[in-house]
């Protein structure tokens, strides 16, 4: 493999790898808050990249992303308030049948306001052709956009946890329900706040990544199962940890193509997944005792 | 301070509380004493609005408090320091100590913060550790992290569950020097306790709860020398007369 080559297999994984953990931390902020996977993550993904279109056509693209962002959010907080916050003590499994529900709900409604067709966003910078040579490899400038506003997201997200109010409380959610309430805050705002912060991440990542990887209205799925599998992968909830994951698959995938024919890559993702869920359910970074104590 | 009156409460079909009347005064720590299952915590828990009344009242500072939700009780100034301490585990000493200050934050009081330095001076070994994990603190520094977290709010009655459980006799000595501390820095404190000699030394008032029912009330001396509450609660093997 020349080093050109390498670079560019190099930069692939990366791209599809921070992408993966984008969806990943949007299954642990709401895992993290309620215990809940949510199934209808990888839909957010896809409406945020699809309203972006929809409103590009009136809007100039900055604008539209971002009445995107927060539109998607609007859909996150009604999702939460519709079909999870009324449910007195429900069980986790209800829960997240009740996600699955919506995932295909979310997806057929997309059927029907856009239709079978693949749609993207336009190029941020410069178009299809356009390249920018990093030592020797010809590296598309939307990568490098997927590759800064992901990486954005997660440091931002992070100090969010770490050093705002709104972020503290949430954690205080994760960490102990009942203590929470008993230091005043309201633990049914801030799942309704974690499905909206989801949302709106997952949205963002889907317009960033719609130019390369193009959206359409089941496109949702296939990034849910990457993202499930990235998140099992690093341990649930942890957001750091689905970072490392995600570029681990992603970079798997990437060189894989060199080896195996490019049909193979949906195989190896799931081929891990299963793995992990046999072997380490508790993933590579996560420790056993501490799953254990959590309800799956 | 707080006043309940015929408070009905329990789980399921399971009635834990009777018609239980008590009052706390403002600067007073009153103790409720009672065996395993007398519904000692149910109480508190009913009081704090973890868990619904099924009748009676509940005033706090002349606001009947019945039905309100438990993350608005907080806010009007009475907070509970749960039994097992249930600290943030995951989170920092002084993370927890300033979630505990939300209410605070939130009332738009900026300087809330400070109240750290009155925690930290009541609590030293917090300001040592304040970096550290609470969830690999020890019990009795968790308890008193419990407790300043709650102090943090700085609630106008403070309610303690069991806060000697499963401590070494050393370190339950010292948070009861500490209770009495808040009293002296006007802290209203209910105190529960199956520690009944410990509690009765530093309350003003106690009451003894026996299956749902308050059996027993009066000043702690009082208590203390009652010949019942010594044969049940303090252990004292007394002849008949």
Same mark, same amino acid.
């Given at each position: 493999?020349?080093?050109? $080559?390498?670079?560019?297999?190099?930069?692939?994984?990366?791209?599809?790898?921070?992408?993966?953990?984008?969806?990943?931390? &949007?299954?642990?902020?709401?895992?993290?808050?309620?215990?809940?996977?949510?199934?209808?993550?990888?839909?957010?993904?896809?409406?945020? &990249?699809?309203?972006? /279109?929809? $409103?590009?056509?009136?809007?100039?693209?900055?604008?539209?992303?971002?009445?995107?962002?927060? $539109?998607?959010?609007?859909?996150?907080?009604?999702?939460?308030?519709?079909?999870?916050?009324?449910?007195?003590?429900?069980?986790?499994?209800?829960?997240?049948?009740?996600?699955?529900?919506?995932?295909?709900?979310?997806?057929?409604?997309?059927?029907?306001?856009?239709?079978?067709?693949?749609?993207?966003?336009?190029?941020?910078?410069?178009?299809?052709?356009?390249?920018?040579?990093?030592? &020797?490899?010809?590296?598309?400038?939307?990568?490098?956009?997927?590759?800064?506003?992901?990486?954005?997201?997660?440091?931002? $997200?992070?100090?969010?946890?770490?050093?705002?109010?709104? &972020?503290?409380?949430?954690?205080?959610?994760?960490?102990?329900?009942?203590?929470?309430?008993?230091?005043?805050?309201?633990?049914?705002?801030?799942?309704?706040?974690?499905?909206?912060?989801?949302?709106?991440?997952?949205?963002?990542?889907?317009?960033?990544?719609?130019?390369?990887?193009?959206?359409?209205?089941?496109?949702?799925?296939?990034?849910? /199962?990457?993202?499930?599998?990235?998140?099992?992968?690093?341990?649930?909830?942890?957001?750091?940890?689905?970072?490392?994951?995600?570029?681990?698959?992603?970079?798997?995938?990437?060189?894989?193509?060199?080896?195996?024919?490019?049909?193979?890559?949906?195989?190896?993702?799931?081929?891990?997944?299963?793995?992990?869920?046999?072997?380490?359910?508790?993933?590579?970074?996560?420790?056993?005792?501490?799953?254990?104590?959590?309800?799956? | 301070? +707080?006043?309940?009156?015929?408070?009905?409460?329990?789980? =399921?079909?399971?009635?834990?509380?009777?018609?239980?009347?008590?009052?706390? #005064?403002?600067?007073?720590?009153?103790?409720?004493?009672? *065996? #395993?299952? *007398?519904?000692?915590?149910?109480?508190?828990?009913?009081?704090?609005?973890?868990?619904?009344?099924?009748?009676?009242?509940?005033?706090?500072?002349?606001?009947?408090?019945?039905?309100?939700?438990?993350?608005?009780?907080?806010? +009007?100034?009475?907070?509970?320091?749960?039994?097992?301490?249930?600290?943030?585990?995951?989170?920092?000493?002084?993370?927890?100590?300033?979630?505990?200050?939300?209410?605070?934050?939130?009332?738009?009081?900026?300087?809330? +913060?400070?109240?750290?330095?009155? %925690?930290?001076?009541?609590?030293?070994? +917090?300001?040592?550790?304040?970096?550290?994990?609470?969830?690999?603190?020890? =019990?009795?520094?968790?308890?008193?992290?419990?407790?300043?977290?709650?102090?943090?709010?700085?609630?106008?009655?403070?309610?303690?569950?069991?806060?000697?459980?499963?401590?070494?006799?050393?370190?339950?000595?010292?948070?009861?020097?500490?209770?009495? @501390?808040?009293?002296?820095?006007?802290?209203?404190?209910?105190?529960?306790?199956?520690?009944?000699?410990?509690?009765?030394?530093?309350?003003?008032?106690?009451?003894?709860?026996?299956?749902? @029912? %308050?059996?027993?009330?009066?000043?702690?001396? *009082?208590?203390?020398? #009652?010949?019942?509450?010594?044969?049940?609660?303090?252990?004292?093997?007394?002849?008949?007369?």
């Amino acid at each position: 493999m020349t080093a050109e $080559l390498f670079i560019q297999y190099l930069f692939a994984g990366v791209t599809y790898g921070i992408i993966y953990a984008i969806v990943a931390i &949007g299954f642990n902020i709401i895992y993290n808050t309620t215990g809940i996977i949510n199934f209808a993550q990888g839909e957010f993904v896809m409406l945020g &990249g699809m309203i972006a /279109i929809t $409103l590009n056509a009136l809007l100039p693209l900055p604008l539209a992303i971002a009445g995107a962002v927060l $539109l998607t959010m609007l859909v996150g907080a009604m999702v939460e308030m519709t079909f999870i916050r009324w449910l007195k003590s429900p069980s986790v499994l209800r829960m997240i049948i009740i996600t699955i529900g919506v995932s295909i709900l979310i997806r057929e409604v997309a059927l029907h306001i856009w239709g079978e067709g693949v749609r993207s966003l336009p190029y941020f910078v410069g178009n299809e052709i356009s390249t920018v040579n990093i030592l &020797g490899a010809r590296i598309s400038p939307q990568v490098l956009w997927v590759i800064g506003v992901c990486s954005v997201i997660v440091i931002a $997200l992070s100090l969010f946890f770490r050093y705002t109010m709104q &972020g503290q409380k949430m954690r205080a959610c994760a960490a102990n329900r009942t203590a929470a309430t008993l230091c005043g805050i309201n633990p049914k705002n801030m799942v309704t706040l974690s499905f909206m912060l989801s949302a709106g991440i997952g949205a963002l990542a889907g317009c960033v990544m719609s130019p390369i990887t193009y959206t359409e209205y089941d496109s949702g799925t296939g990034l849910a /199962i990457k993202g499930f599998t990235v998140a099992i992968l690093g341990g649930l909830g942890n957001s750091m940890a689905a970072v490392a994951a995600g570029l681990l698959l992603g970079l798997l995938e990437a060189f894989s193509v060199s080896i195996v024919p490019l049909a193979y890559q949906d195989v190896i993702a799931l081929s891990i997944l299963l793995l992990i869920l046999f072997v380490r359910p508790h993933g590579l970074f996560g420790r056993k005792d501490a799953a254990g104590l959590k309800e799956f | 301070m +707080l006043k309940v009156r015929n408070l009905e409460s329990g789980y =399921g079909k399971l009635r834990v509380l009777k018609r239980i009347s008590l009052h706390v #005064n403002p600067g007073e720590i009153v103790t409720l004493i009672g *065996a #395993n299952g *007398a519904g000692k915590t149910t109480l508190l828990a009913t009081i704090s609005g973890l868990i619904p009344a099924r009748a009676g009242e509940i005033i706090l500072r002349d606001r009947e408090i019945t039905r309100v939700k438990a993350e608005k009780i907080v806010e +009007l100034g009475c907070s509970l320091v749960p039994e097992g301490r249930q600290v943030f585990a995951t989170m920092t000493v002084r993370e927890n100590l300033v979630l505990g200050g939300y209410i605070q934050h939130k009332k738009g009081n900026r300087e809330f +913060l400070r109240e750290l330095d009155y %925690i930290y001076e009541l609590f030293p070994v +917090l300001a040592e550790r304040q970096n550290q994990l609470a969830g690999t603190l020890s =019990g009795g520094e968790q308890q008193m992290l419990a407790m300043g977290r709650a102090l943090m709010a700085k609630p106008a009655l403070i309610m303690l569950d069991e806060p000697s459980t499963g401590l070494a006799p050393l370190i339950v000595k010292n948070i009861f020097a500490i209770i009495s @501390k808040m009293r002296e820095a006007g802290n209203t404190v209910l105190l529960i306790e199956q520690n009944a000699k410990a509690a009765l030394k530093i309350a003003d008032r106690g009451y003894v709860l026996e299956t749902g @029912k %308050i059996i027993l009330e009066g000043p702690a001396e *009082a208590l203390l020398a #009652n010949r019942d509450v010594q044969r049940a609660y303090l252990g004292r093997d007394l002849a008949r007369p």
